[in-house]
């Protein structure tokens, strides 16, 4: 079964401090791999794609990196600001024939306080 | 705003009432999707459009929820006999269908609660 495992499940951190957030995934055969972040009451919004050659990209101070031979991967922030407290979900895609085979994370809760 | 909307962006309803919800995606999009979310949890995957076609659907989608999308744009999702269970944000997403990494955009979303 396509899994897709976040850590922490929530954190706290002062602003202006870094972290890093953690997925862990069990997708195969693997496509891609998306970090989307979603205020809360709103829809998630992609920051970031990996496809399985690519092991880091940026996007402003938000990090992703991945390890496709231990499915693993992590976002990191840095310098963090109030606006960045909001939910980050792991989201992998399958690749195969047809349409539409996403799996999501649960989400790291993420409070960035002043 | 040539974003996706949803509409309502929050619905309130008595259990066993019937209750229906619109997606408006980015204009060009040929593929739509539905999720439900729960406090907590990531999206789950309900219902997916190529067009007009359905081409997917989840086990979570019972006989009690059903997904439309006439004309290839605009879609519903209508549940009937609404049960505390179904309380949660549904979203839609849609993106324009390209191979390997088809970026979708998600809206608002439409926040249920049945009492």
């Known amino acids: 079964k396509n899994q897709v495992e976040q850590s922490p499940q929530s954190l706290i951190i002062l602003e202006g401090k870094n972290c890093t957030l953690q997925?862990?995934?069990?997708?195969?055969?693997?496509?891609?791999l998306r970090w989307y972040k979603q205020d809360t009451g709103r829809g998630p919004v992609s920051l970031t794609i990996?496809?399985?050659?690519?092991n880091t990209k940026s996007n402003g101070r938000y990090t992703a990196t991945l390890d496709a031979d231990t499915k693993q991967s992590s976002l990191h922030i840095t310098a963090s600001q109030l606006s960045d407290s909001a939910s980050y979900i792991c989201?992998?895609?399958?690749?195969?024939?047809?349409?539409?085979?996403?799996?999501f994370g649960k989400g790291t809760k993420l409070s960035v306080i002043p | 705003d040539t974003g996706v909307s949803q509409d309502p962006r929050h619905k309130i309803t008595k259990r066993g009432q019937n209750v229906t919800f619109r997606c408006d995606p980015i204009?060009?999009?040929?593929?739509l999707y539905w999720y439900r979310q729960t406090l907590g949890q990531g999206p789950e995957f309900l219902t997916y459009?190529?067009?007009?076609?359905?081409?997917?659907k989840s086990r979570l989608l019972s006989d009690r929820f059903s997904a439309e999308r006439p004309k290839g744009s605009f879609s519903t999702l209508e549940i009937q006999r609404t049960e505390q269970g179904d309380s949660a944000m549904y979203l839609c997403?849609?993106?324009?269908?390209?191979?390997?990494?088809?970026?979708?955009?998600f809206g608002p979303g439409t926040r249920l609660t049945v009492l």
């Open positions: 997403a849609s993106s324009p269908g390209e191979a390997g990494t088809d970026t979708q955009y």
């Open positions: 997925c862990n995934y069990t997708v195969s055969p693997f496509s891609n």
């Open positions: 990996m496809t399985f050659s690519e």
């Open positions: 989201v992998v895609r399958a690749s195969g024939a047809g349409s539409y085979q996403l799996t």
């Open positions: 204009s060009e999009h040929n593929r």
């Open positions: 459009f190529q067009n007009e076609a359905q081409l997917e």
